[in-house]
C-alpha cells in the first residue's frame, strides 16, 4: 500500500498526484451506513500491498483558537482505479472523548473540530481507513498519533494553604526547620512546570520582637532553614513567613501560601525557690497528711519538662518526711509518712532541693541546685492509748477451768496516763477484765457448740480509754484447742445374723460416733473386750467403721459381744459397748422369720396334719378352761349377802393376788439427784476382765448403779403386806403403807407417794364389772346410797323407786 499524505501546516512533503482518467460517479446520499463499516469483518479478501509508510506524530497545540483546523490528509492510489472512501476512527473520533476529530470521506482531510486540553488528553491514537463504495477495504488501516503540545496555562499553587513547624531556640544558622510543597498541572518536562520558591514577608510573635531575617528557603526544593542566631522563646514566640512559588523558573505564573514556625523550648533556666527558710508546723501522729507548700519559679515553658519541678529532701535519715510536685501549680507539697512523736523529738529540721524533670541543656551554664530550708515544729497533742496487738491472739484448750488468766499486759498510752478497761462485746460472757490492768480472765467454761465459735475462734471486743476520754478498741481472737471431751459412741447395739454357714455372711457393721473433733476422733479402733470370746472376730472396715463376724457356725440364738471402741485422741478415750447379736433363720432375702415359719420351713419337722391336730386340741383346752372359770365365778355371785352392799364382802378367803402397785414418779422436775447414777467400775479394765453383763445394759453384774444422795445397806422399815379384814380400815392400811416408804432409805426418792391398788377382801362381786351380772338387782339392797350424801340420791332413786 503507498499512502500518500500532505502535511501542509507540519511537513513540507512534495507530493506527486496523479489524476483519475475518468469520473466516477458516486452518491453519498444512496449509502447504506450498515455497509461503511463491512470492511472491519473481511480479513481474508485483503490483498497485501507492497509497501508502508510511516507517519510521523500530528503536533496540534492545545487550547487553538483555530478550529475546525486541517490537520493532514491522506490519499489512497487506488484512487487511480475507482472512487476510495475514507473512514477514521478512534478516541476522539468514535470513542471517548467523541467528536474532537473527523476526516472528509472524500479529500482525506483530518481536522480538530475543538480546542484540546493536553491536562485531560495529552495524545490521541486514530486508525484511518481506505474503503471502496461497497464496503470493501482497499488499503490497511493506518495509524495516526496526534500529540497535544503544552501551553502555560496553570498557576503553581502550594499543597497547603497553611504550614507548620518548628524549631529549638538557639539554633544555629543553617538549621532545617521544615519543608513546603506545591505543583502545576503544565507539563513537568517544560518549563511551565518549572517551580522556584521564596520568602516574600516574614512577621513575629509578638510583633516587632525581631526585626532581622531569621529564615531563608531552597528554591528548588521548598526546605525553609534558619538563616541567623537570636531565635529565643522568651523573646518570641512564633513567625509567619509568606511564601512564594513562580514556574517559569521564576519569572512565569504565581502561587503563595503561608509557613508558621513555633519556637520550642529548651532547658535553659533551673528552677529557682521563692525564699531560703520555711516555717511549718506539725500535729503529732497525725501521718499521710499535708502539712505544708513551697514554691520555686522557672522561666521555662509552663507544662513541660523543661518547667516542672522535682524536689527532694536531703536531710531525713527516718523517712517521716515526704515531699511531691503539684502538676498544675508546680509546688512542693510537703507530707508527714510516719506519725511524730512530741515526747520524743519535738523539731525536725529539712534541707530541700529542687532541678527539672528535663536536665539542663548543655547551651545553658552549669548552675548549682537551688536549696531551701524548712523548720517543721511538732505540735504535742494528748495521744490515743494503743493495744499492743490488734488483735489479741489468744491459745486456750476448749476445757479449761474458769478464773484463768488468759492475757495480760496488752495496752499502753503515750502520755502515761491511767488507763481503764472494759468489756464491749462478748456474746457468751466467757470472759472477765480488771478495769485498772487490762489482765482478761476466763469467766465460764467454754463451750464448743457455741454459735459465736467459728472454725474453733471465739472474737470478744475490750475498749481501753486514757484519762483525757480518747479510746481504743481491739478484737479478742480466742483459738479453742480441741481436747478429747467425750469416748466414742457405738452403734448399733444390736443386729442380727442369718444362721447355717455365718462365717459367709457380711458380719454387723458397726459405726463409732464421736462428739470430737479432729484429732480426736476418727481413725477409732475397734477390738473385742472379752478375750475369751474366741466365736467372734473383728476388723476395721475404714476409719470409722468395722465388721463383727462370728468365726465358727453359730445356732440360732441371742449373743452378747462386749465391745471396746477408741478414739485417736491424746489421751484417748474408749468405751465399753455390749452388742446384742440374734442368729436367726432368714428367708430368701437374708430377713429373719418367725419360729413357726422356720418351723414350717425345715424339712426336718411334723407334718402339716399333725399341726392341724395340735392347734384344735389346744384350742380344746382353752375353752374348757375358759368354761371353769366363768362357773367358777357364778358360784360366787350366790355368797353375797342381802344388805351388805355391793362394795362389801364377808368372805376371809381372798381368791385375788395381793399385788403392790408402786408407780414412782419421781420427786417432780427438781429432783434431779435421785437418779444420778454413777458406775462404780472403770471401763479401761475391761479387756482385762471379762465379765457377765446384765442383757441389753452393758453393764456387769455386781456393779449395779447406786443413788448418790442415798445411804446405803441400810435396814428397810416393815411395810403392811396383809390388807385388813375389815374394809373400813382401808385408810389405816395405806397411811401405814406410805409412812414406812417414807422412812425406807433405799427406795428413790423420798417424796414419791407409793400407790396400791386395793379392791378390799372376800368381795363376792370379783370387779367392778361384774355389777350387771349374776343375781338380779331384786337381790340387792340399795338403801344405803341415801346415807351417801345428796350426789348419790338419784342412783338410789334409779335401784330404788319406791
Known sequence: MALWMLMSCVLSLLVFQVCCSAEHQHNEAGQDPKTLYLWRNQGKGIKRVKRDWIIPPIRVSENSRYVPENLVQIKSDKIFSGVVIYKLEGPGVDQEPKDLFEIDDKTGIIRSKKPLDRERYSSFTLKAFALSPSGERLENPTTIEIVVLDQNDNKPAFTLKEFFGSVPEFSLPGTSVMSVTATDADDPMTENAALSFSIVGQESIPPNAVNKTMFGINYQTGTIYTKDVGLDREVVKKFKLKLEVADMGGEGLRGEAVAIITISDINNHAPQFHQALYSIRAQENVFNVEIGRVSVTDRDEPGTGNWEAKYSILSDSNKNFAIQTDPVSNEGILTVMKPLDYEVKREHKLILAVENINPLSSKTQNQPLSSATVMVTVENQNEAPYFKENPIRIEVPENEKPGKLLKSNIASDPDHSELRFEISKDPEGWLEIKRETGDIFLRGPFNMKSPHVKNNIYSAVIKVTDAGGVSASATVNIILEETNDFPPQLVPLSSSLCSGDNRASPGVLLTAVDEDRHPHAAPFIFYIA?????????????????????????????????????????????????????????????????????????????????????????????????????????????????????????????????????????????????????????????????????????????????????????????????????????????????????????????????????????????????????????????????????????????????
Open 530 to 802: 472379752d478375750p475369751l470370746s474366741l466365736n467372734w472376730t473383728v476388723f476395721d472396715f475404714n476409719d470409722t467403721h468395722a465388721v463383727l463376724r462370728p468365726t465358727v457356725e453359730l445356732e440360732a440364738g441371742e449373743y452378747q459381744v462386749p465391745m471396746l471402741v477408741k478414739d485417736s485422741g491424746s489421751p484417748s478415750q474408749r468405751t465399753l459397748t455390749q452388742v446384742n447379736v440374734t442368729v436367726c433363720l432368714c428367708d430368701s432375702y437374708g430377713d429373719c422369720r418367725s419360729e413357726s415359719g422356720a418351723f414350717l420351713g425345715s424339712r426336718v419337722g411334723i407334718s402339716f396334719i399333725a399341726l392341724i391336730i395340735i392347734i384344735a386340741c389346744s384350742s380344746l383346752l382353752l375353752v374348757l378352761l375358759l368354761l371353769a372359770v366363768a362357773l367358777n365365778a357364778c358360784g360366787r355371785r350366790h355368797h353375797i349377802k342381802k344388805g351388805s352392799g355391793l362394795l362389801v364382802a364377808e368372805s376371809e378367803d381372798d381368791v385375788r393376788d395381793n399385788i403392790l402397785n408402786y408407780d414412782e414418779q419421781g420427786g417432780g422436775e427438781e429432783d434431779e439427784n435421785a437418779f444420778n447414777i454413777d458406775l462404780l467400775w472403770n471401763p479401761h479394765d475391761a479387756p482385762h476382765n471379762p465379765w457377765s453383763f446384765y442383757p441389753g445394759s452393758g453393764i456387769p453384774r455386781g456393779k449395779e448403779p447406786l443413788r448418790k444422795d442415798a445411804p446405803h445397806n441400810l435396814p428397810s422399815p416393815t411395810y403392811p403386806r396383809r390388807p385388813p379384814a375389815d374394809p373400813t380400815a382401808i385408810e389405816d392400811y395405806i397411811n401405814e403403807g406410805l409412812e414406812a416408804a417414807d422412812n425406807d432409805p433405799n427406795v428413790p426418792p423420798y417424796d414419791t407417794a407409793l400407790i396400791y391398788d386395793y379392791e378390799g377382801e372376800g368381795s363376792v362381786a370379783g370387779s367392778l364389772s361384774s355389777i350387771v351380772s349374776g343375781s338380779s338387782d331384786g337381790d340387792q339392797d340399795y338403801d344405803y346410797l341415801n346415807d351417801w350424801g345428796p350426789r348419790f340420791q338419784k342412783l338410789a332413786n334409779m335401784f330404788d323407786p319406791r
